[in-house]
């Protein structure tokens, strides 16, 4: 069983940057696709990037196109979100997770292995 821990989360000013880390505990990782989702207070969980078990294939959100960039280190069993140009309407918790599909699912419902989550918090 993969296990995943987010870190890097913490607050910062609008159009500061953060970079989110998410290590994977478990075997096969290198086989496994990888998202990023958030969560705000009230609001549903919703996608924000996702990257195949190669790292050939990511797409973001369109919320977040042009600012946020995932990538995988396979080797190191990690997965990164870097976030640039930060805006207030980014404030959530950030989560991690895999999924058995071999495409990325915008869906949350369809990602079954998720972890603890990390804060970000963005001052206007």
């Known amino acids: 069983q993969v296990q995943l821990v987010e870190s890097g989360g913490g607050l910062v000013q609008a159009g500061g940057s953060l970079r989110l880390s998410c290590a994977a505990s478990?075997?096969?990782?290198?086989?496994?696709?990888m998202g990023w989702f958030r969560q705000a207070p009230g609001k549903e969980r919703e996608f924000v990037a996702g990257?195949?078990?190669?790292?050939?294939?990511?797409f973001n959100a369109d919320s977040v196109k042009g600012r946020f960039t995932i990538s995988r280190d396979n080797v190191a069993s990690t997965v990164y979100l870097q976030m640039t140009n930060l805006r207030f309407e980014d404030t959530a918790i950030y989560y991690c997770a895999t999924t058995n599909r071999e495409q990325i699912d915008t869906n949350w419902k369809l990602w079954y292995i998720w972890g603890q989550g990390t804060q970000v918090t963005v001052s206007s």
């Open positions: 478990g075997r096969h990782f290198s086989w496994l696709t």
């Open positions: 990257i195949s078990w190669t790292g050939d294939t990511s």
